[in-house]
């Protein structure tokens, strides 16, 4: 039986467990299939489509920084990848074109929004940190829940203000000032990769917070950043990515093998073992 190769790319992906988790989930189902890390530079991105128009890759998944660069190199791009210009997920279908999803939305909603258990949802207002590949979809998806009091902030204005092309209801506050909007959130989401294992965190301290403020953090590794370890002593309600990135693997395995994998305790644990 030929082996079926999938993988990640990105840079850096020292931190991902996609290939642990996918694996589990190949020999579970008994799949004939090995998912690995494909770490690249941006001008190896066609190449890598090119493996999957040949049928030397299956599939792929799509993370930082690369989930916008993807895209002029696919032949389709479906549902919520079209509304957040945003690739996760890329696969062949039967016509051999090669098809750009979005399963980060799903994960974003089953991993943490669905999961809040907030009177007038709707009228929250939520301050994103980060301009990065996954904020579309995050905005996208407290959209559907009618949140429209939305403001990001980045490191560099232009990301921001390309994010502000795409949903002009969202504000933008500058990077300098952004623990001066704090102030006044009842929910903020880190998507950028400070605090991630071995890079870096924060210079903000976000010392002024409402009480009832509620940390979100895309960041599964480690499973608590240094803003979550912080934020806890200070007993305000904190949550990583781990949901969310279980959740968008999930997706992902059904796109490509049409099985949708348990997300049992056992995988749960599974994953936080390694993250020990």
């Avoid at 990848?81 to 062949?92: D, K």
């Avoid at 979005?102 to 907030?118: A, C, P, S």
């Avoid at 917070?209 to 240094?226: A, G, Q, W």
Wanted: overall charge positive; some cysteine.
């Amino acid at each position: 039986m030929i082996e079926k190769k999938f993988g990640i790319i990105g840079k850096p992906l020292s931190h991902s467990l996609s290939p642990f988790l996918h694996n589990c989930w190949y020999r579970k189902y008994k799949i004939c299939a090995n998912y690995s890390l494909i770490e690249i530079e941006i001008n190896e991105i066609e190449k890598v489509i090119k493996k999957i128009k040949n049928k030397e890759l299956q599939g792929i998944n799509v993370t930082i920084p690369y989930k916008q660069a993807v895209m002029p190199f696919l032949d389709l791009i479906k549902d919520d990848a079209r509304e957040t210009l945003s690739v996760n997920t890329v696969s062949l279908n039967s016509e051999g074109k090669t098809v750009g999803s979005n399963t980060d939305v799903y994960g974003f909603e089953e991993g943490f929004i669905n999961k809040l258990n907030i009177q007038n949802l709707e009228q929250s207002k939520v301050l994103i940190l980060g301009a990065g590949g996954v904020t579309s979809s995050v905005i996208f998806a407290l959209a559907k829940k009618n949140i429209k009091q939305i403001v990001i902030s980045n490191r560099t204005i232009k990301k921001a203000d390309d994010i502000k092309k795409k949903f002009p209801f969202v504000d933008i506050v500058t990077w300098s000032s952004v623990e001066e909007s704090a102030v006044n959130m009842d929910i903020i989401i880190n998507t950028t990769s400070l605090g991630l294992k071995n890079g870096e965190n924060f210079e903000q301290e976000f010392n002024v917070l409402k009480s009832n403020l509620i940390y979100y953090d895309v960041i599964y590794n480690p499973t608590e950043t240094m803003m979550i370890k912080k934020l806890k002593k200070k007993n305000f309600k904190t949550y990583n990515g781990l949901e969310m990135f279980i959740y968008q693997a999930q997706k992902s395995f059904f796109h490509w093998n049409k099985i949708n994998p348990e997300l049992d305790n056992k995988t749960k644990q599974n994953i936080l073992s390694k993250l020990k």
